[in-house]
Every structure is written in C-alpha cells, then in structure tokens.
C-alpha cells in the first residue's frame, strides 16, 4: 500500500488548479444567478429575483468558501441596489419599504455565503487532516514490518517524502556502536555530531540533522539536505510524526540489534565451553596412553620382549593418528566459522574424491568393505578438494564406527536435475526417528552410542560443508529390521557426464 504514497501525493497536490476551477464555477454561478434575476425582475416578481440571487450567492460560498461567499454576498449587493432596484442606476432608496427589503436580502446573501463558506472551508480542512492520517497509518504499518536498518530506509524511500534515496540519511546509534545503510555512511561524522549537541542543528555542506529518540534514550539521527525541506511532498505530511514512527523503528531495530548480538555471545561461549570440555576429555585419553607406552619404552626398552615394544610403538602410532583427527576436525570448525569464500572452490570430479576418501578410510580401518555402485564414471561439482574429501570421510568413518565388523558399507549414487545424489549407508544400530533432526548438530552424539569414541563434530562438518558447496545433507533410519542408517550428500553438478554402470 506504500508503494501507491507517491501517487496519492501526485494526485492531490494540483490545489492551484482546483482553485481555477472553483473561481470559474463562482463566477459562472454569479452571471447565472445576475441573468436569472435580470429575467424575474422583468417579469415583475421582485420577491422570486431576490431569492435567485440568495441562492446564487449560497451555492458560491459551498464552492469557494468563506471567502468567495463574502464576495459573492458583496458583489450581489451591489447590481441587485444598482441594476434592479429602484431607482435603477442609482444607489439610494426613495421610501422604507424599499430599504427594508434590500437590507434584509444582503444580510441574507453575507450570512448565507459566510455559513456555507465556513462549512466548505471546514470539510476541506477535515478532508487534509485525514489524508495525513492515512498517510501516516500507511507509513506506520510498513515501518512496524521494517526489522533491519535497510528495511527501515526503503519504507522511507517508498514513501515518497523525499525526492530521492540520496537526500537522507539514517544512523542507528546502539549502545557506543553506529550502524548504517551500507553504502549511506557519507554523513556520519555528522550524526555523531548532533548526538554530541543534543539538538536539531543545521550542519556542514546545508544539511539538517533530526535527533530520533526513544523515551529512554537517544537511538539515531536522520539527516537530510534542506532543499528537501522544501518539497511539495513534504509540505503533505505531519514530518514531527514521521520522526516519532521513525524514532520507534530505530528503536526496536536497536534493540533486536542488541538482543541478537547478545544471543551470538551466548551461543558463542556455549561453543567455546563444550569444545574445550570435549578437547580435554578426547586427547587426554591419547595423551595419556602416548605418555605411558614412550616411557615404558625410554624406561624399559632394551628390556621388554620384541612384541610388547612392537604393541607399545603401535599404540603410540594409531593414538598419534587420533589426535590427528581431533585437530583435522578442529581446524574444519575454524573454516566454517570463519566462512567459506567462492574463492577457495574449483571443479571437481565428484566420482575421483570420492574414491580418495574410501582409500584413506581404507587405510585407518584395514579389513573393511566399501562396496561402490555409482551409475556414472565422472560428475563435475563446484567444490574445495580438501574439504570434500572430508566430507565423505567423515560420512564413512562414522558408518564404520557405528556398524557391526563384518557389515559392509555401501556407496550409491544418482544425478537428477542438475543435482548429484551420494548415499553411505551401513547395516549399524540406526538413529532413533525422534533425534534424526539432531544428528548434524554440533556435538550431538545418541544417548545408546555416547560411550564410543568421538565427540560428535563429524557429521555436523560434514553438514557445513555440503552447506558451503551449496548442497544439502540428510540421514534417513532405520533402514532394515530396524536397523541401519543412510547418510544422503546432494550437491549441485556442474556439467553433464556419460552414464554406466557398475563403477
């Protein structure tokens, strides 16, 4: 409905030329009204004259007001004494009976136009002030749906108060910290300015600043060029209520501004509390077993037999490769909080990552079967090639972790639509339907498997990453007998690839 404001405006804003055409009308009645008299008086019914005329000037005063009907009742005094009444030509009267007529009907053309002009004038001015109220209304319910600062000055702008985006300004004022449109900080220097004096202040280069201000506290500054102060449009408007609706938008978005960065504070020592509870209880395992099997060795070397040192190095070894996946996981974190720019990503072959991820997987988990059964030999995605390759690692590594020894784990696969579809499915306990939403949160781990290894980052990375790639991921479980889970990664392809099966 704002979008229609500068119409409205348009429309109504011609007062000039509804002037004209009032003053004609009036004059149009005026000359009906003098002819009409002229024909009566002439047919010798001076009483029905008088009443033309009072008519005449009635209807002059409901079309041009207060003061067309003064004027009307004037000009009507003056041809009714001088043209029509005896003796003609002349302004005087010969006996009583004459003057007491032609004084009673000027009295009755004066009032009768003042009455209807004050009449006209009224619901003219009742007719502006409601057309500011809808105005205002109209503003009032956009600025109410205005969250962010962008929202707020786009509601202006289709308001039409001013001329252009460019003759104004809005700064929020949060706490010590300013924010504003991006690409509109050219007058900050100015609103840190008027918040520093207090008042409405004409600044540098004829701007004025308008301090917004909730019934706490002080919330921003409008600034605007003065020529804009002089626009028609403006000129339509209550502008003092403008800035209140305004003052309560800035408000409420400087509040939301703060609750959310106070949400983002929160959330962010909740993370930083349970991964550094979740680190210290991980690597103090690994740590305490490297540390107990190097000083048995340093200790004992030359006296343990050939297979305990053996079992000891080995133990050291796959606890080293632990830690390693426990800071692998925690720099994927520290990419995804620090986001993943378009920059970092390049075409990939979807099929040739894929088989990295099972090769490595393979390496750390000796003995188990990955059976691949992909109905396309090549797919090109947009995509990092560190972080895909972790992303199905991590798939993988989990559905071996939580499926029986001798359980193979499948790979299918799917294009459709310019999408590619991979799915890891394992023969393991499966996920309750109930925390199936919950998987790819951070640190999330089934209240049946929290005693196994890991701490519950896998598959959230995972997520991230199929996030950043502008994918998707989903778990679906229980598969068979109620048991199983299939882990589905969907990524945009990038070209068309031959078909065939049995990859």
Avoid at 184 to 209: F, M, S, T
Avoid at 337 to 364: R, Y
Wanted: proline share 3%; net charge negative.
């Amino acid at each position: 409905m704002l979008s229609k404001i500068p119409i409205m405006f348009e429309r109504r804003s011609p007062d000039s030329a509804r002037g004209y055409f009032s003053f004609f009308v009036g004059l149009a009645v005026f000359v009906a009204g003098t002819l009409a008299t002229y024909i009566a008086q002439n047919a010798d019914r001076p009483i029905s004259a008088a009443l033309i005329y009072v008519s005449a000037v009635t209807i002059i005063g409901a079309v041009n007001g207060l003061r067309g009907g003064l004027l009307a009742g004037i000009g009507a005094s003056f041809f009714y004494n001088f043209f029509f009444s005896e003796p003609l030509l002349d302004f005087g009267v010969t006996t009583s009976d004459e003057y007491i007529p032609l004084l009673a009907f000027n009295l009755s053309a004066l009032l009768s136009g003042v009455l209807a002009g004050r009449i006209n004038d009224r619901a003219r001015a009742a007719e502006i002030a409601q057309q500011k109220i809808n105005l205002l209304l109209d503003i009032s319910n956009q600025l109410q749906t205005a969250v962010h600062l962008e929202d707020i000055d786009r509601a202006i702008v289709e308001t039409g108060i001013f001329d252009s985006a460019q003759e104004f300004e809005i700064h929020a004022l949060s706490e010590d910290e300013w924010i504003a449109v991006k690409g509109k900080e050219h007058w900050l220097a100015e609103a840190q300015q008027a918040i520093e004096r207090g008042e409405l202040q004409h600044v540098e280069d004829q701007k004025i600043a308008y301090l917004l201000s909730s019934s706490q506290r002080r919330v921003g500054v409008l600034i605007c060029n003065q020529n804009a102060q002089k626009s028609k449009r403006l000129s339509k408007i209550d502008f003092a209520a403008v800035l209140n609706l305004l003052s309560m938008a800035i408000d409420r978005f400087v509040l939301l501004h703060q609750k959310s960065e106070a949400e983002a504070m929160r959330r962010s020592e909740e993370f930083k509390t349970a991964l550094l509870s979740s680190i210290s209880h991980d690597m103090r395992t690994p740590l305490a077993a490297i540390s107990a099997s190097a000083s048995s060795l340093i200790s004992y070397g030359e006296k343990l037999p050939e297979a305990s040192r053996k079992d000891m190095l080995t133990i050291i070894q796959d606890q080293c490769e632990r830690l390693n996946r426990y800071t692998t996981n925690l720099l994927n974190l520290g990419r995804l909080q620090a986001g993943i720019s378009p920059d970092q990503l390049e075409s990939l072959d979807l099929v040739e990552m894929l088989g990295s991820a099972v090769n490595t997987v393979k390496v750390h988990h000796g003995g188990r079967e990955i059976i691949k059964s992909l109905p396309f030999d090549a797919c090109t995605v947009r995509a990092n090639p560190v972080m895909l390759e972790q992303l199905f690692y991590n798939i993988l590594e989990n559905a071996i972790q939580y499926s029986p020894d001798a359980a193979p784990v499948l790979i299918t696969g799917h294009k459709q639509a310019g999408h590619v579809e991979i799915a890891i499915s394992d023969q393991g306990c499966g996920i309750p339907v109930s925390e199936l939403s919950r998987v790819f949160d951070r640190f999330y781990r089934s209240a049946e498997n929290v005693r196994k290894e890991g701490h519950g980052l896998g598959l959230s990375i995972a997520s991230g990453f199929a996030q950043a790639f502008g994918g998707n991921i989903s778990a679906h479980s229980p598969l068979e007998k109620g048991k199983g889970t299939k882990i589905i990664v969907k990524l945009p392809a990038t070209s068309t690839t031959s078909e065939s099966i049995g990859k």
